[in-house]
Structure formats: structure tokens, C-alpha cells
């Protein structure tokens, strides 16, 4: 039986905190590069949105001529992953975002922007997630949006509790997409990329697969 093979994460690396999802992904066995380019791009299994400005990445990702390709391959099936302004990237819509705002899109879900306040708003939670073995998730929340409404597809993985937020949707997932209002990156707690990182390896086996079914002239 063939190895396993070892997935490419991305990093999309125009603003916000990319050092430290590279990190996350390498320390889960992955192969983590940036992706600034449409041929970057090409060449991943798997993409993060990173925290940052949500204006500013949408802006400088159209400028640079990766925006479509990304919306087009996380369309296509791509496993991503957004963390606070990754989140909005992802979004289908947004509540409280300029009339310029542009997105990626692929998350049946509205957002709103900015949700929990501005900059000195920011706290720190105990968030549990469904299905993440480990107990509660300690999330630090830096200007965050939240899940106002979600399709019926996705799985709200986990909400606030407590507080005058209590019961707002903060991690969500909808097939190989994942999206969470906090920042795991910044806490060392790397549960939530080996929940993404092992999505990505599942979409490899799927499409290796189907591959194998396709070269024996068998259904796959």
C-alpha cells in the first residue's frame, strides 16, 4: 500500500498573521507554504484565511490576480480553513461591511463584521467545540464578527456562553470549510488546524480514490 501522502497547506499571505499558521501547520506533520499567487495556489491541498484586515486581504488578493482563482478552486472543492477575518472572507454575506467589501465566499452563512466591538473590546473565552476531544478551547477574540445566520448545511461547531453575547455562533464548519471568530493560532492549542489538517488528508484519500477507481475503469 502506497504512503500516505504529506498535504501542501497554504497560507494566504498578503496581511495578517501568517507566521503563525505556517507554524500550526508544520507542527501537525503538513507542508506549509504562502500563497501570494494564482500558481501558489495551484500547487496546495489545502488554503487558511488568516486573521488580518478582511478589507485590506480581499483588496490585495483581487490586486494580485489570486481572489477568482481561490474563489474558484474553494468552489471546486478546496479544503479552507478562515480564522476572524478568514471567517468573513468565507462568508456568502455580511452585516456591517463597506459597499466595496469583496469576499471568497463558499460559507452558506451571514457574518457580521466587527461583531463583539472594536480593538479594546477584544477578550479572551473558554469556547467548547463540537466534536473536539480535549475539553474547552481557550479563543482569543481581537475585533471579531460572528455567525448571525447559517444555512441549513452548516454545522454550528461551537458558541459563545455567557455574557451578553451568549449563544452567538463562533466556529462553524460546511463540508472540507471550516471558520472560527477567534484565533487558535495565537495560543499554541493546535486542535482546531488538526481538525482542518485532517480534513485536508481525508479530501486527498477521497481524491486518490477516485483516481485509482477512474485507472481501473471502475466506478469510484
Not at 507566521?19 to 494564482?38: F, Q
Not at 454575506?93 to 460559507?107: E, S, W
Request: aromatic share 4%; net charge neutral; with cysteine.
Amino acid at each position: 500500500m502506497p504512503e500516505a501522502r504529506v498535504p501542501v497547506i497554504g497560507v494566504l499571505a498578503l496581511q495578517g498573521d501568517v507566521r503563525e499558521h505556517l507554524a500550526a501547520a508544520r507542527a501537525l506533520g503538513a507542508t506549509a507554504l504562502t500563497v501570494r499567487r494564482p500558481q501558489e495556489l495551484a500547487g496546495v491541498d489545502g488554503v487558511v484565511l488568516p486573521g488580518g484586515e478582511s478589507t485590506t486581504i480581499g483588496k490585495l488578493a483581487a490586486r494580485s490576480g489570486v481572489l477568482e482563482p481561490l474563489r474558484a478552486a474553494i468552489a471546486g472543492g478546496l479544503p479552507a480553513y478562515g480564522s476572524c477575518a478568514g471567517m468573513i472572507l468565507l462568508a456568502d454575506r455580511l452585516l456591517g461591511a463597506p459597499p466595496d467589501q469583496v469576499t471568497v465566499g463558499g460559507l452558506d452563512v451571514t457574518v457580521r463584521r466587527n461583531a463583539f466591538g472594536r480593538q479594546v473590546d477584544s477578550f479572551e473565552s473558554e469556547v467548547a467545540l463540537e466534536g473536539l476531544p480535549g475539553g474547552p478551547v481557550h479563543a482569543v477574540f481581537i475585533r471579531a464578527p460572528w455567525v448571525e445566520q447559517a444555512g441549513p448545511g452548516v454545522q454550528v461547531l461551537g458558541r459563545v456562553v455567557g455574557g451578553e453575547a451568549d449563544g452567538r455562533i463562533v466556529a462553524v464548519r460546511q463540508g472540507n470549510l471550516v471558520a472560527t471568530s477567534f484565533h487558535p493560532e495565537l495560543t499554541g492549542d493546535r486542535r482546531v488546524h488538526a481538525l482542518f489538517v485532517d480534513i485536508v488528508r481525508r479530501h486527498l484519500d477521497q481524491k486518490a480514490g477516485v483516481s485509482a477507481g477512474y485507472e481501473r475503469g471502475t466506478e469510484p
